[in-house]
């Protein structure tokens, strides 16, 4: 099923995000917990593409598992930056050839070893080069990724939204946003991008960190902002780990409450391979989702 049809529908939705293994020894642990997450039946599921590509040929196994046991609809992350044009059309190939037809296009962040290189001659600078060779195909549904607290490498909001747009004119179908702490800036980001005639669906992406280790990580890779009642759970909770899980999926399932509440209707939680942070969420919201648990 294409991830758009889903996110037109006239429900809620909620869909959980998972990473491939590093290596084939971890692939049944691996296994075991996606599988765990798919048996919650979300709206569908993501699984990342290793940073670099490295875990390439995992994020397809993983999705093409999924999808035939559980049949929960997949979307299969693909980043472009540091790979050939032969590699990436290979990867799209596979992916049809394998039933996957939604791609989150993405262009992957620079390593200190790519930045090195010389720009111009990359098959890849910029994802909507990816998205239009997708777009080309004609089969793929096709999601992007947005930044409602701007892009690192992006000088401004500004210049950040005019790129996001030539993205989604490229064909991107829907976008999903890098994690957010404070539905404001949700709000704000939504209202800029709707003004710059951005109409496609937004997810909002929402990280429950429901470890103290985790929240050094998730800025450092987000740069997002976090709010004082956020730093105060942390500080209050950080120390005592299930006390500290419980306070990371009350945080997140009241963040995702507050989005429906105000009319966000597709939400995606980055539940990072963690089936009972996910069942966690999706039960406090089953009566909001209209499942039953
Ligand atoms: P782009 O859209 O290409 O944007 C990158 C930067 O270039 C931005 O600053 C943008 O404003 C600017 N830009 C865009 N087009 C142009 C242009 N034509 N000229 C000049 N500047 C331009 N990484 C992974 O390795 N694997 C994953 O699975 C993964 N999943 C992700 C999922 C989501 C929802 C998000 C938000 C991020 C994910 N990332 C993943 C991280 C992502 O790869 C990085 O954030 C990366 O730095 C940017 O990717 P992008 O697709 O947004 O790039």
């Not at 976008?175 to 710059?196: G, H, P, S, W």
Request: proline share 4%; charged share 25%.
């Amino acid at each position: 099923m294409r991830i758009i049809d889903i996110l037109n529908q006239d429900q809620m939705s909620l869909s959980f995000e998972v990473f491939p293994p590093k290596k084939e020894t971890s692939f049944e642990s691996v296994r075991i917990a996606t599988e765990e997450i798919a048996t919650l039946k979300p709206a569908f599921m993501s699984v990342t593409y290793g940073a670099g590509g490295g875990t390439s040929e995992y994020t397809l196994a993983v999705a093409k598992n999924i999808k035939e046991k559980y049949n929960v609809p997949m979307l299969a992350h693909l980043t472009c930056v540091s790979s050939d044009r032969e590699t990436v059309r290979r990867r799209i190939q596979d992916m049809k050839d394998n039933g996957i037809t939604n791609v989150m296009a993405l262009r992957g962040d620079l390593t200190p070893e790519l930045e090195k290189t010389d720009r111009s001659k990359w098959d890849y600078r910029y994802a909507v080069e990816l998205i239009r060779e997708l777009k080309k195909d004609g089969s793929f549904c096709i999601g992007g990724a947005c930044y409602p607290e701007i892009h690192p490498e992006s000088a401004n909001q500004r210049e950040d939204i005019r790129f996001l747009k030539e993205k989604v004119d490229a064909g991107v179908d829907f976008l999903t946003t890098q994690m957010v702490f404070d539905n404001n800036l949700f709000f704000n980001f939504l209202y800029k991008i709707r003004e710059a005639g951005i109409t496609v669906p937004v997810l909002p992406g929402i990280m429950p960190i429901t470890n103290a280790n985790q929240v050094e990580r998730a800025i450092k890779l987000s740069g997002a902002f976090m709010p004082q009642r956020f730093r105060a759970m942390v500080d209050k909770f950080g120390s005592n780990p299930d006390a500290m899980k419980q306070a990371g999926i009350a945080y997140a399932t009241d963040q995702i409450i507050d989005l429906y509440a105000n009319g966000i209707t597709n939400v995606h939680v980055y539940s990072m391979n963690k089936p009972e942070v996910a069942e966690g969420i999706q039960r406090n919201l089953s009566s909001i989702l209209g499942n039953t648990f």
